[in-house]
């Protein structure tokens, strides 16, 4: 699964370490999802969506 | 109980329980070894030394259990620590399996029975363990 989190996270300014505190994991978590080393479950992505002020999970999240 | 969770992090490459992550858990840590050995230096019966030190060594094992059960995991956490363990714990088995078979060879050629029951106490504790917790998990999710 592939992801753009890293140029959503860049957009909104924030860091890593943020978005694994909103989103309630860890940085490496974070850091391992970027690297697309990490496929994560439904309502990890559904967080980090929300994090990333997405309407929807397609818009971050592609398989 | 005693010491916060933030202090320490799980072990991951040297066994199991904790290490020290902040400053507050090395003073945990010190503190706990400073309170064993300085009641092993009290001019106190050897007994009561002995049953002092295993209540502390008591304490310490509840004090641990609970930072490890209040550490926060994540997922990805989870999934690595349920991966690491299941590893070990086919090491073990193998370990152990191994000691039966040498132990029945060994009670074989000497025709008396060498085989500690420890080690069938242990896979038989193990074996329910896994019983228990399919149950559970069949029935929680």
């Known amino acids: 699964m592939k992801n753009n989190i890293p140029q959503l996270r860049k957009k909104l300014g924030i860091t890593q370490e943020d978005l694994a505190e ?3 994991v860890a940085r490496q978590t974070i850091i391992a999802l970027e690297q697309n080393r990490y496929n994560p479950s439904l309502a990890l992505a559904h967080a980090i969506t929300q994090v990333l002020k997405q ?9 | 109980m005693l010491g916060k969770a933030h202090w320490f992090k799980r072990r991951k490459y040297t ?11 090395w003073v945990y840590l010190a503190a706990a070894i400073a ?10 019966a050897e007994n009561v030394r002995i049953t002092l030190l295993f209540i502390l060594v008591f304490i310490l094992i509840l004090d641990v259990v609970d930072i490890m059960r209040k550490l926060p995991m994540d997922e990805r ?7 690491a363990e299941r590893n070990a714990l086919w090491a073990i088995l193998t370990a152990l399996i191994a000691g039966i078979g040498w132990q029945a060879y ?9 085989i500690d029951p420890l080690i069938i106490t242990a896979l038989l504790v193990g ?11 069949d029935r929680k999710n």
């Open chain 2, 35 to 44: 309170l064993i050995m300085l009641t092993q230096a009290l001019p106190i």
């Open chain 1, 55 to 63: 309407k929807r999970i397609e818009d971050v999240f592609e398989l």
């Open chain 2, 77 to 83: 956490e989870r999934i690595h620590e349920a991966l």
């Open chain 2, 106 to 114: 060994i009670s074989a050629i000497s025709k008396t029975v060498q």
């Open chain 2, 15 to 25: 066994g199991w329980g904790l290490v020290p992550a902040t400053w507050q858990g």
């Open chain 2, 127 to 137: 074996v329910a363990a896994k019983a228990i917790t399919n149950l559970y998990l």
């Open chain 1, 22 to 24: 909103k989103a309630g």
